[in-house]
């Protein structure tokens, strides 16, 4: 029996919570209790106290054991409760049973008490795990079942994704074919090559999905601004990005350690798009806040961009969504954001102004040495 037993006796006679107290000592139980009789106490000693064991008499001046059981189950409460009373009818036992108490012992038979509370903590135990067990499978089925839907999804967007490129660069190719062969094709060209991005868009994004998924989540000591560095080094072809200024800012009072890989992709996406939806009439800016300490990384993206749509807000971090056919991809994008961010434990939200701009908050636990 563990020692540091809390017992919490509801019961109105002393004498006989200190016969219980003898009848458990006596039999090697080492434990710390305390006695309640009414129902204001009884709250008091569930927030306080947080007893592992309830030993509780039926019938007291101001309570009785009906109500208490009521009470631990309407709190959410989950811990053994064991009707120890005088004589009860049959019926009321099994009522008390039904309502959710364990075990029930006459004062008259106390002996029977100690492998009552010892078998009701087994049970306790045993159920317990069976509810946690239950929850897990449930959560992993569900999880199955995204994965499942989300694999429909994926395999009808990208064929389609792959295969609008490809056919619209045969198409071209045949209609240069039947063209005047004497004519310029620079038109076509333009054409071909547009469709070509757009296929190894869709690619590049497949392929990040794929290793978010599969790459074991890697906790290394990180420097947010090389990281951020080789993001703008990787960024620095698309169009628009020469007329983006940057402004960056990073404060740090602790290590980061977490995953440089994950933090790229997600940086990577974000970056990309607020140059890709910048607003081409103004003097476009991209914002990156970061402040890290030993608990975390907080960082902001923020752009003065074209913005999202209030409506669509809601749907930005589902598959395959796609607010505007600026970008070249497949819409895999801000999905991959949040599904990266949920790998690391992370939490991401998003912030628009429709014509203003948009706003990415993103938290990422820090996964120093020691802290998990």
């Not at 959710?100 to 317990?128: C, H, M, T, W």
């Not at 198409?171 to 005047?180: C, E, F, K, N």
């Not at 038109?187 to 868009?201: A, P, R, V």
Request: proline fraction near 3%.
């Amino acid at each position: 029996m563990k020692k540091d037993l809390k017992i919490l006796m509801l019961e109105d006679l002393e004498e006989d919570a200190h016969l219980v107290e003898r009848t458990l000592r006596k039999d090697g139980f080492l434990f710390d209790w305390q006695c309640v009789d009414t129902h204001p106490e009884f709250v008091k000693a569930l927030s306080e106290f947080k007893p592992d064991v309830i030993l509780s008499d039926h019938a007291m001046p101001q309570f009785n054991s009906i109500e208490a059981l009521k009470l631990i189950k309407h709190q959410g409460i989950h811990v053994p409760f064991i009707l120890v009373t005088g004589t009860v009818s049959e019926e009321f036992a099994v009522n008390c049973l039904k309502l959710g108490a364990q075990d029930y012992v006459l004062k008259s038979n106390l002996s029977r008490l100690p492998s009552a509370i010892r078998q009701a903590l087994k049970q306790f135990e045993v159920e317990l795990k069976r509810k946690r067990a239950e929850t897990d499978l449930r959560r992993q089925n569900e999880e199955l079942v995204k994965i499942n839907r989300e694999l429909d999804n994926f395999v009808y967007s990208v064929s389609h994704n792959l295969r609008a490129p490809l056919l619209s660069i045969l198409g071209l190719v045949q209609l240069a074919q039947r063209d005047d062969p004497t004519r310029t094709f620079g038109q076509y060209w333009d054409m071909m090559t547009k469709s070509i991005y757009n296929l190894d868009e869709t690619i590049k994004e497949i392929l990040d999905y794929s290793r978010n998924a599969r790459i074991e989540i890697a906790r290394v000591k990180v420097d947010l601004n090389t990281v951020i560095r080789e993001v703008r080094e990787k960024v620095q072809y698309i169009e628009y990005y020469d007329r983006i200024s940057f402004q960056i800012s990073v404060s740090q009072s602790a290590d980061f350690y977490s995953d440089p890989f994950r933090l790229s992709m997600i940086l990577t996406n974000l970056l990309s798009n607020s140059i890709i939806y910048c607003n081409t009439f103004v003097e476009s800016t991209i914002a990156i806040e970061a402040a890290i300490d030993l608990k975390e990384a907080r960082i902001k993206v923020a752009d003065n961009g074209i913005g999202i749509d209030k409506n669509l807000l809601p749907r930005v971090f589902e598959m395959f969504f796609r607010a505007t056919d600026r970008s070249d991809g497949a819409g895999l994008g801000l999905y991959i954001v949040k599904e990266a961010v949920d790998k690391l434990k992370g939490s991401i939200l998003v912030e628009s102004v429709y014509g203003e701009g948009t706003t990415f908050f993103i938290s990422i636990p820090n996964q120093a040495p020691g802290r998990y």
